[in-house]
Structure formats: structure tokens, C-alpha cells
């Protein structure tokens, strides 16, 4: 469904909310963007990658104050597909007052954006029974391992072959064990030159003893352009 609202307007939109430094909640509550929301650099190159891969669809996991989204409805109205579409989903909506719910609305992409308001461990199997296919996904939310394993699982089985998954929170040790699990068993290709901030990996990595460190806030992985349909049934890489 396309949208009435333009590129620049969502840009404009996104200039003010930085400026300002806070997003305002539908109960008028204000909450700050450091450290709740991507900071200004990492949203702008969310953007920009985004509009290189020329998307047309993207999806999201973790609404919060609504920056990443507004970042990809930016590119979705930039690369101007007709069929455009930005799906977020937010088990938690009613979090930060509703911030992310009325940073879209005051941005005019309502209509450009689908929300579901399901935790994604639930909602992305959904997505993938339907055989929803995305170009881009932003995945900032559960930061727990668990419920980053399966945002990352489900979105080897919802991005297309060769798009991109940006991870938010690498210093997060949780997030860097999800992150090396889908390099080393389902052969995503991390990007560390891909934003000013990509994460990076620290060598040697795997040695006996060795935590998993590394610098850099947001991960940007590549699923590979051709994947094997079937995999062992025994396939296990150690990632720790």
C-alpha cells in the first residue's frame, strides 16, 4: 500500500525528533533517544543501505521510539516501489507510553507500515507459513539469546537470498553469540565495513579460553545468494 507522505517528509520528521532528543508518548510522556533509539549515524546508514538494496519490502523486530522504522520508510519511499511495505513487530506496544506508535503516526506512514503486536517468537513463524519475503530486516528486539536465536532462525527463512540483517546491540554478549551461530552454521557473510559503527570481530577468535569481543554496535550480515535447501541432519559448527 503506498503512502501519501513523501521521502523528505519522513526525513524531516527524523531531523526533528534528533534535534529535540526525545520522542513523546501518546500519554504525553517524554522519553529520551540516548539510549533507547538508534543514534542519528546508524539510523541515516540504515537508510542508505536499505536504498542500495533497492527494497521494496522490510521488515523489523522491536519498534521502540520508532527511529529504525522511520529509517526504512525513508528507503521504501526513496526507492519508490508501488507494492512498498514496512512490517514491525512489537509484542509491546504500550512501551515508552506508545512513543513508537505516534513517532509513525506523526511521521504520516501509518499507512506504509504494518504493525503486529505479537512477541516475534510467535509472529515470525506466522510470517514465514504465509511465505512473507523481505529485502531488508532490523532485528533490535528480545535481547535475551534465546529470543534472538529465533529472530535471527526465522529471518534466514523471511529475507531473500542475498538481503541483509542488521543487528542491533553487538556489546551485548547474548547478541554476539547469535550473531557468530548464523555466520558459522548458516553461512551469513558479516559486513564490517558496511556503517561507520558495523560490528567488527576481535581475533583470534576461537581460541580455548577467549570470549567472543568485538567492536562495533550493529551487525550487518548478508544471507548467502544461494542456500542449501537441505542441510544435515547432524550440522552443528561450534560458535562459542
Known sequence: MASATAAADVRRQVERLYAQGYAEGEDGSRTPLDPHALAAVDARE?????????????????????????ALCEALLTVGSPDARHVVVEGFPRDFGGAGGRTLRDAGVEEL??????????????LAAEGRRFD??????DHRFDGVFLDLYYADRLVRPGGLVIVDDLWMPSIRHAVSYVER??????????????????????????????????????????????????????FA
Do not use: C, K, Y
Open 46 to 70: 540504515l537508510r542508505d543501505l536499505a536504498v542500495a538494496e533497492g527494497a521494496g519490502a522490510t521488515l523489523e523486530v522491536g519498534l521502540g521510539l520508532g527511529l529504525g522504522a522511520l
Open 113 to 126: 507500515v504494518e504493525q503486529v503486536h505479537e512477541e516475534s517468537q510467535l509472529a515470525l513463524p506466522r
Open 136 to 141: 531488508v530486516a532490523l532485528i533490535d528486539g
Open 185 to 238: 552454521n548458516l553461512s551469513w557473510e558479516l559486513l564490517p565495513d558496511a556503517m561507520t559503527r558495523a560490528f567488527r570481530w576481535r581475533r583470534p577468535r576461537h581460541l580455548p579460553g577467549r570470549r567472543l569481543r568485538g567492536a562495533g554496535n550493529m551487525a550487518v550480515l548478508r544471507r548467502p545468494a544461494q542456500h542449501p535447501e537441505r542441510r544435515a541432519w547432524d550440522e552443528f559448527v561450534p
